[in-house]
């Protein structure tokens, strides 16, 4: 099972990033993906969830209306488009896969992670 997510990197505030995650057939298909962050010193917290079929999402409050999560499923990958990033959205960003269908905003219910990918917004 594997989850690579890219995309990260180092924008000033009101840009925009696209954090993609490629996934494995086995750990993609049929499964709900789920993004959460995680500051220094902070708790990982959820970011933004989708269903296996992609008619499902959920929004933290914190970024609903500038985040959006989608998922091509032929290509095993689920994206998220960061839009008037702000410094407080400086964090490593997980995807994560649950073996589910139907999305979930609680970590604990996410069966596999990927590494990574660091999301540094400057004022």
């Known amino acids: 099972v594997q989850l690579q997510a890219s995309g990260g990197g180092l924008v000033q505030a009101g840009g925009s990033l696209r954090l993609s995650c490629a996934a494995s057939?086995?750990?993609?298909?049929?499964?709900?993906m789920g993004w959460f962050r995680q500051a220094p010193g902070k708790e990982r917290e959820f970011v933004s969830s989708?269903?296996?079929?992609?008619?499902?999402?959920y929004y933290a409050d914190s970024v609903r209306g500038r985040f959006t999560i989608s998922r091509d499923n032929p290509k095993n990958t689920v994206y998220l488009l960061m839009n008037s990033l702000k410094p407080e959205d400086t964090a490593a960003y997980y995807c994560?896969?649950?073996?589910?269908?139907?999305?979930?905003?609680?970590?604990?219910?996410?069966?596999?992670w990927g590494q990574g990918t660091q999301v540094t917004v400057s004022s």
């Open positions: 989708i269903d296996s079929s992609g008619s499902t999402t």
């Open positions: 994560a896969s649950r073996v589910w269908a139907t999305a979930s905003v609680d970590d604990k219910d996410y069966d596999y």
């Open positions: 057939r086995r750990s993609f298909t049929g499964y709900a």
